[in-house]
T-cell receptor, first 115, second 115 residues
Framework: ETGVTQTPRHLVMGMTNKKSLKCEQH?????MYWYKQSAKKPLELMFV???????ENNSVPSRFSPECPNSSHLFLHLHTLQPEDSALYLC??????????????FGPGTRLTVT | SQELEQSPQSLIVQEGKNLTINCTSS?????LYWYKQKYGEGLIFLMM?????EEKSHEKITAKLDEKKQQSSLHITASQPSHAGIYLC???????????????FGKGTLLTVNP
């Protein structure tokens, strides 16, 4: 499978649930990103990992916990979310920690609904 | 921080009509990127503009960068249903605290093309 894949594609969870989003890439990229896309808001960068090390936490609440066990996988662990956390969560990867749009690939996203 | 204002927020056109989407920056533009997003899909990179006055075309989509106005426009000629989606502009800034992977995005323009 090529490109960046994300699972699940859709997720509905209650505020007391714990769930995880998964992102996978087999492009040989060294950097991976989590973005949040809320309705009528700009795309927001949440976390950035480079060589499995977190290099950015963009003031994200602790109810979102990222994990990067290896350069091909990125997780976003969710717990005690709020309804305002409902959004499309996009994963992206790039060869190096820089924004070269020709080398950056986005996954299809996970549509999260918090009830 | 830099903000990108896109206009219009949404647009409905008849197939075959031309249209323009604008992206205006609150600060000097050092690089402007256009992306397209279809529902349930990740961002697809369209074009990158780096110099004032630069103009690029891909099939029926043309993008221009007006550095003085801190603005970019995306023009679609003879629109087709396949052009429907959300168009996002993104911009980078030099020396973003050494973080050259951070981009600011606009809120997006939802384009509907009626057959």
């Amino acid at each position: 499978e090529t490109g960046v894949t994300q699972t699940p594609r859709h997720l509905v969870m209650g505020m007391t649930n714990k769930k995880s989003l998964k992102c996978e890439q087999h492009l040989g990229h060294n950097a991976m990103y989590w973005y949040k896309q809320s309705a009528k808001k700009p795309l927001e960068l949440m976390f950035v990992y480079s060589l499995e090390e977190r290099v950015e936490n963009n003031s994200v609440p602790s109810r979102f916990s990222p994990e990067c066990p290896n350069s091909s996988h990125l997780f976003l662990h969710l717990h005690t979310l709020q309804p305002e956390d409902s959004a499309l969560y996009l994963c992206a990867s790039s060869h190096y920690l820089s924004w070269d749009p020709y080398e950056q690939y986005f996954g299809p996203g996970t549509r999260l609904t918090v009830t | 921080s830099q903000e990108l204002e896109q206009s219009p927020q949404s647009l409905i056109v008849q197939e075959g009509k031309n249209l323009t989407i604008n992206c205006t920056s609150s600060k000097t533009l050092y690089g402007l990127y256009w992306y397209k997003q279809k529902y349930g899909e990740g961002l697809i990179f369209l074009m990158m503009l780096q110099k004032g006055g630069e103009e690029k075309s891909h099939e029926k989509i043309t993008a221009k960068l007006d550095e003085k106005k801190q603005q970019s426009s995306l023009h679609i000629t003879a629109s087709q249903p396949s052009h429907a989606g959300i168009y996002l502009c993104g911009a980078g800034a030099p020396n973003s605290g050494g973080s050259n992977y951070k981009l600011t995005f606009g809120k997006g323009t939802l384009l509907t093309v009626n057959p």
